[in-house]
């Protein structure tokens, strides 16, 4: 295989972790600014969850995946977004500069169900440590 | 030292289930030890791929399928995770319907009592006890098995005759070709299951394995699933002697350890009891466990025991949902034999949509450098693979040809 850096297998698709060490989801699509003619594209985006890897995803199943998920989301607007200037390292795992609870958009469903259904139980920890 | 000796016991435990339990002892009644080649098949085949993703989790420090997805794409990822999830899902029912039937067995209290008990047992333990803890309780009691091949030597058998049977792969004067075929495939799908392999990778992420474990990983494997193989030929021997002549049809898990009772008497009965609770106590947890893994990995949520349960909101939801959804389903009195079977047939459909990916990621030398493959898993991987791809094509005709096996 040839050594090269497309972001098919350096940057999408791999597991995202917080400043924590602690997964959070994966890079399920990209947001790109226009380059305008010419121009290269900049990733100012990553895009995390299922609604976002739905929508890439396309055909019957992606389309149910995404409309599930955005059922979910209790945020009003599209996938949820996590800046790329936000990512520290990306060689194996991609490193966030910042812990989830920085990034209320992101695992909504992780939080919720933490809040709401596993806390209530007695031995199940701290969501925030 | 110590380690390793639990590694071994639950690499048995992860190959003696309930789908061998009940495969085992209905192919030695009806078979003998005609089919005796799939189980050797077996064991170097899985052996092969467990150690295949456990070498690859050594070297990346992620599990086999969280790499799937990223090397090979969300798309193709899917379609296994579907696969693998309705299989293992299935299997869950039926590895708790078993802990119950060992359960009605030793108390006579009906199964259908047992289940909701048996469920909020391993509801507790997952909950409390640390992962390697949990792997060496059932680990330990699973040694108790070994009381089937006791009680081969104890039934006095004809060893010649045993030793043809074994040489003749072939079916009996009684059965068909489409049925010995059939119980090829159930056989192929209650040995290989795609649950060890995640269930073992997942397991070296969450004891942090790195190279220097490599060498305690491949006695586990080798010792292990060899040993496992031998208990489920001591199985379908126990049962050819005890039943093949007679023409009984094993329909039901009394019958898996009826012959030990006869070899051995009641304490026999109550040891080989207690090792069917074992292993099909640990392959509840195994299974459920390797679903929760898949769909996290896939989906990059945290995942496992070694945070606490709020800290993998999601992974413990799924593993709780699944296990409440799966003694709902083993409540509706659904035969648990029959599932297990169907469940087995089907895991073989799936079995190669799981190993192709693993043998392309042990071969990426970009992913594993000094580690990938070498010529020897090249090999026994890609015939493994070869013989899981027909035993795919063949397993549902077969299913609706044999009428699940009964003609």
């Known amino acids: ?129 | 030292m110590f380690a390793f000796t639990l590694g071994t016991l639950s690499a048995i435990g992860g190959f003696i289930d309930i789908g061998d339990l009940v495969a085992d002892a209905l192919v030695g009644a009806r078979f003998g030890l005609a089919l005796a080649w799939v189980t050797v098949v077996s064991v170097i085949g899985i052996a092969c791929y467990a150690e295949m993703s456990a070498r690859i989790t050594v070297q990346t420090r992620r599990p086999a399928f969280d790499l799937i997805r990223s090397r090979l794409g969300p798309g193709y990822a899917l379609v296994g995770l579907v696969g693998a999830f309705a299989v293992t899902g299935l299997l869950v029912m039926a590895e708790l319907s078993g802990v119950a039937l060992a359960l009605q067995l030793a108390t006579s209290v009906h199964y259908l009592l047992w289940v909701p008990v048996v469920a909020a047992v391993v509801l507790l333990l997952i909950w409390v006890l640390p992962f390697e803890t949990m792997e060496r309780i059932y680990g330990l009691l699973g040694l108790t098995m070994l009381v089937f091949v006791v009680a081969v030597w104890h039934l006095d058998p004809d060893w010649p005759r045993l030793w043809s049977s074994a040489t003749t792969p072939v079916p009996p004067a009684s059965e068909s070709w489409p049925a010995y075929l059939f119980f090829v495939v159930t056989l192929i799908g209650a040995q290989m299951t795609p649950y060890e392999m995640f269930f073992f990778s997942s397991g070296a992420v969450e004891s942090r394995w790195g190279p220097k474990d490599l060498t305690e990983m491949r006695v586990n494997v080798l010792v292990g699933f060899p040993l496992g193989g031998l208990l489920a030929i001591a199985i379908q021997a126990v049962a050819f002697l005890v039943f093949f002549d007679a023409g009984i049809q094993v329909e039901h898990l009394a019958e898996t350890v009826l012959p030990v009772g006869l070899a051995l008497g009641k304490l026999g009965l109550a040891i080989a009891l207690l090792g069917v609770f074992a292993a099909t106590f640990g392959a509840t947890l195994e299974t459920l466990f390797s679903t929760g893994y898949q769909i996290a990995q896939y989906f990059g949520w945290s995942y496992g025991k070694v945070q606490p349960p709020a800290q993998a909101a999601r992974f413990t939801t799924v593993v709780v949902g699944l296990l409440l959804l799966s003694t709902a389903l083993a409540m509706t009195t659904l035969d648990p034999i029959t599932v297990t079977i169907f469940a087995v047939v089907f895991s073989a459909t799936v079995l190669p949509l799981t190993f192709l990916p693993v043998l392309l990621v042990g071969n990426d030398r970009q992913v594993m450098g000094q580690l990938a493959n070498g010529r020897l898993s090249n090999t026994l991987g890609t015939v493994t693979l070869a013989i899981s791809t027909v035993a795919a094509l063949a397993a549902l005709p077969l299913l609706v040809l044999t009428r699940g096996g009964s003609s």
């Open chain 1, 1 to 129: 295989m040839t050594d090269h850096h497309s972001v098919r297998f350096t940057l999408l698709d791999q597991q995202v972790v917080d400043a924590d060490g602690r997964r959070i989801g994966r890079v399920d699509d990209l947001l790109c600014d226009d380059p305008g003619p010419g121009g290269e594209p900049v990733i100012t985006h990553l895009l995390s969850g299922a609604e976002a890897l739905g929508d890439r995803l396309g055909g019957l199943t992606g389309k149910l995946m995404a409309a599930v998920s955005a059922r979910l989301r209790t945020t009003p607007d599209g996938p949820s977004r996590i800046p790329a200037d936000l990512v520290a390292d990306h060689a194996d795992l991609v490193h966030l500069r910042v812990r989830l609870a920085d990034l209320p958009d992101v695992a909504g469903l992780e939080r919720w169900l933490s809040a709401h259904v596993i806390s209530l139980l007695p031995g199940a920890g701290d969501a925030d440590q």
